[in-house]
């Protein structure tokens, strides 16, 4: 095991940043820390790496407890957000830094420093200051100042939030590629779902100080353990409704409840991708407007607004939105194909059920 979190507490006065959170990592592994801000990611970071010291519970890298070892002595890399390269050296000597602190001889210092030149695509790019480097290589360089001097893991806090949309995504592809020729215990940290599940191995999602749930960027989307997990990883219609004689109902819109009392309020929950859309008004059992087209690219996010005026999101193949010759205002008719009841606070999301037919929806167990 790289790194384990026992039971971590981190309290700034008498605000509770990280409540009680416990986490391994896997030698090798290239892990997400997700959520939005305020959600403790960055405070479960610094922890790691020494800049902020557990309240309560206990910080191990590769079994070693480190509470009370400094920064230096946990031989970890650390990549700020705003790159924090030093303005008066240029590249060589930024990614040199570290090596001269540690006292590394000057042969071994520049065969190092070119090594990771090279291996970063930044060579003949030495002897730049970091105003002549673009975003991207500004980035690029300071991963390698931190990969230097051989850290055992390397934590990115943010790592690519100061730059484009088009160079964050060269510098994800180039992150995991780089992540699979050095294999070096990688942590980062985000607020970018895309980005966490494109590029981790295994992702941790926080929400205000705790830790909601941890698992690969498809456990974490097909099987979400809870309400919030399901809303902030992508796109999730989420419906409240009232059960009225075992019949659970929002507008037009019904779904069985069997078994709760009357009043009882249930919430449903479903991926666009599970809102199968005809072009044919007698196909399925509801009828829509197709408000509005949004392009994604490949696919299509559509807008339905069904009588009632209720909204519902729907995705779809631009292939099959040509051939049913669907556009912006036509009458349809649609399905929900998949869909979840969405747990109460503090419990577990029940399985996922799935509609093959247009027939009244059974809930199932585990409401």
Not at 27 to 45: D, I, R, Y
Not at 227 to 233: K, N, Q, T
Not at 277 to 300: E, N, Q
């Amino acid at each position: 095991m790289s790194i384990e979190l026992k039971n971590v507490t981190k309290k700034f006065g008498e605000v509770t940043a990280v409540n009680d959170v416990s986490f391994s990592v896997n030698e090798g592994e290239l892990m997400a820390l997700l959520g939005p801000s305020g959600g403790g990611k960055t405070t479960v970071l610094r922890m790691i790496a020494g800049l902020e010291m557990p309240t309560t519970g206990d910080v191990f890298i590769r079994g070693q407890r480190v509470n009370d070892l400094s920064v230096q002595e946990r031989n970890i890399g650390f990549v700020f957000q705003n790159y924090a390269l030093f303005k008066n050296m240029n590249a060589f000597k930024n990614i040199a830094f570290g090596l001269k602190i540690k006292k590394w001889k000057r042969p071994d210092v520049e065969a190092r420093v070119m090594e990771l030149l090279k291996l970063f695509d930044l060579q003949g790019l030495e002897k730049r200051y970091p105003h002549q480097l673009s975003g991207g290589q500004r980035q690029r360089v300071a991963i390698a100042r931190a990969l230097a001097p051989k850290p055992g893991v390397l934590l990115l806090d943010e790592p690519f939030g100061a730059v484009d949309a088009k160079i964050r995504q060269e510098l994800r592809e180039w992150l995991v590629t780089l992540h699979h020729e050095l294999n070096v215990t990688t942590i980062f940290v985000t607020h970018d779902q895309e980005e966490a599940m494109e590029v981790s191995n295994r992702t941790v999602i926080f929400s205000r100080g705790n830790l909601e749930q941890i698992g690969t960027p498809r456990e974490v989307y097909e099987q979400p353990a809870n309400e919030f997990v399901a809303r902030f990883i992508g796109v999730m219609n989420v419906l409240e409704l009232h059960v009225r004689k075992g019949v659970a109902r929002l507008n037009e819109l019904e779904f069985p409840a069997h078994g709760l009392p009357d009043g009882e309020r249930l919430r449903i929950g479903f991926r666009p991708y599970s809102v199968q859309i005809s072009s044919d008004v007698k196909a399925y059992r509801y009828r829509a407007i197709l408000r509005h087209t949004y392009f994604l690219g490949v696919m299509l996010r559509v807008e339905l607004e069904l009588p009632s005026g209720l909204l519902i999101r729907a995705r779809m193949t631009k292939e099959e939105y040509a051939f049913q010759g669907l556009a912006d205002g036509k009458d349809v008719s649609f399905q929900i194909r998949q869909y979840r009841v969405l747990a109460r606070e503090g419990e577990k999301l029940a399985p996922e059920v799935a509609v093959t037919h247009d027939v009244p929806l059974t809930l199932g167990e585990g409401i």
